[in-house]
């Protein structure tokens, strides 16, 4: 019927050989089973885009479940399934996963004396996705191997640069799908097209977003923060008034779009530096949206994005180190000050806290310092463990701890650069702190 465009050699050349060795392993189970199965979703979008995407979402025409344990024993991995939806997730043994839903027949009873039509089940599937440039198929069984499946025109809309709908009740429907158009949209640099512009305009006046619960909210909130460029987001959802839409505290003043571009700044450079832990990107760019809200109007916001009552007690938590450090910060200067001293002040607080004060600080030789602190002092450690102090005769008890926190005070100083002198400090240490046990003035 309809022409199907191959793409195997764009597959070919966009992929690992490895993917391409899963995709035809299982379109070969695939017709073993008598069934057809397609790669689908962001992956197909993808690989029209020249992106690397690994992450592998496939639709069998037929018993998915039933197929992703069959394909697990044939390249090597274990299945998780989820009956209730019929999909399951293949996690094979390099922790590559790949993830199998099942789409189903559908029959249309039109009324009156119209027959019944059976809908091709990969269509159906297709057609309740988001947008266009999401709702691909490529065939991968032997025979089709690489054809594309392209109901909606999204090959077109791809070349357009545009994410478009499939249907005018799309936003009705699912209101976050507003805030994953602004997600694509900023994120491969399109346009959200004309009339699905007027459909989310429409959607923000019947108030749909005020209907919806907390944590789907929370969850687009967060995709939209580990994009790369989440204030280019942040803005749209602005100019759009979905800020407001969410919470009224939230409007994205001049001040917070300043302290947000300093945010991503600092972000951009921890990653780059590959730095550990890893940034949990949401609990940095909440601290700058909700900037400047008082405490107790913090749980509003909090609340109306359904955050754990562990999440709520943290991020105040989180709020209130900074307000403090800050202060501390302030009477903290190079070349008076010790390095230990800005250790202390800084160590007790998570890294996305540490990034906060980062990004707020004036003083550029603050800035200067804290980032000299994530970078080394952070993860730095004294040269001595209770090991070598057992071996000085020192009993196992408070003392320990007391001495290896002195210790790395004076590391820190530049005081004892070698293990030798650091032995040599402990064993002073260790005689001072039984002399006189209740001293605890620094060393
Ligand atoms: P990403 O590159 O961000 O992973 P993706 O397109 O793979 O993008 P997912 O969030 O992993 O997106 O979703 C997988 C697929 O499920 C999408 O391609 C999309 O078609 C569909 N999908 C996800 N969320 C929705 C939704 N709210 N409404 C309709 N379809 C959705």
């Known amino acids: 019927s309809r022409r199907e465009r191959n793409i ?15 995709l035809k392993e299982a379109g070969e189970l695939a017709d073993q089973l008598g069934c057809e199965a397609y790669a689908v979703g962001g992956f197909v979008r993808d690989i029209l885009l020249g992106r690397p995407n690994l992450d592998l979402d496939l ?21 998780k399934a989820h009956s209730k939806f019929k999909t399951a997730v293949v996690i094979l043994d390099d922790d590559q996963r790949v993830d199998v839903a099942t789409a189903r027949l559908e029959y249309y009873e039109y009324p009156a004396a119209l027959p019944t039509v059976e809908l091709s089940s990969i269509k159906m599937d297709l057609y309740r996705r988001d947008f266009t440039v999401n ?19 999204a090959e077109r809309d791809i070349r357009n640069k545009t994410i478009r709908v499939l249907h005018s009740l799309s936003f009705v429907e699912d209101p976050t799908r507003i805030l994953r158009a602004i ?11 004309g009339q699905t512009m007027r459909l989310i305009k429409n959607a923000l006046s019947l108030k749909l977003f005020s ?14 923060m580990n994009e790369e460029d989440p204030l280019s987001c942040m803005l749209r959802m602005q100019e759009l008034g979905i800020m407001e839409a969410i919470h009224p505290l939230l409007k994205l003043t001049q001040e917070r779009i300043q302290i947000l571009t300093e945010l991503v700044k600092v972000h951009n450079w921890y990653k780059l530096l590959y730095l550990e832990p890893k940034i949990v ?16 109007q913090t749980t509003q916001v909090t609340k109306r994005l359904h955050f754990t009552p562990k999440e709520e007690r943290e991020f105040l ?6 307000g403090e450090a800050l202060m501390k910060l302030m009477g903290w200067k190079e070349g008076k000050s010790k390095l230990s001293r800005l250790y202390s002040i800084l160590h007790p ?25 994530l970078a080394r002092l952070r993860s730095m450690a004294v040269d001595v463990n209770g090991k070598d102090l057992m071996d000085m005769g020192i009993k196992p008890g408070p003392v320990f701890g007391q001495i290896l926190d002195k210790l790395m005070v004076a590391k820190i100083d530049g005081r004892v650069e070698t293990r030798e002198d650091q032995l040599k400090l402990a064993k002073r240490l260790n005689k001072e702190l039984s002399e006189d046990p209740a001293d605890t003035t620094e060393a």
């Not at 997600?183 to 097209?193: M, P, S, T, W």
């Not at 980062?358 to 310092?369: D, F, G, L, P, T």
């Open 8 to 22: 195997a050699s764009q597959v070919k050349n966009r992929l690992p050989q490895r993917m391409i060795d899963l």
């Open 59 to 79: 639709v069998v025409e037929g018993d998915g479940i039933d197929f992703a344990k069959k394909f697990a024993s044939r390249v090597g991995g274990r299945v």
């Open 135 to 153: 709702a691909l198929a490529l065939r991968i069984n032997p025979g089709r191997y690489g054809q594309l499946v392209d109901f909606f025109g």
């Open 183 to 193: 997600r694509f949209e900023r994120r491969f640099d399109f346009q959200i097209g």
């Open 211 to 224: 209907k919806l619960s907390g944590t789907r909210v929370m969850h687009e909130l967060q995709l939209i």
């Open 281 to 296: 990107p949401w609990k940095l760019y909440i601290l700058g949206m909700t900037a400047g809200v008082k405490r107790d």
């Open 317 to 322: 938590q989180l709020r209130d180190m900074i």
């Open 349 to 373: 607080i998570p890294v996305e806290g540490i990034l906060f004060l980062m990004a707020r600080s004036r003083k550029e030789y603050i800035r200067r310092n804290i980032s000299q602190y």
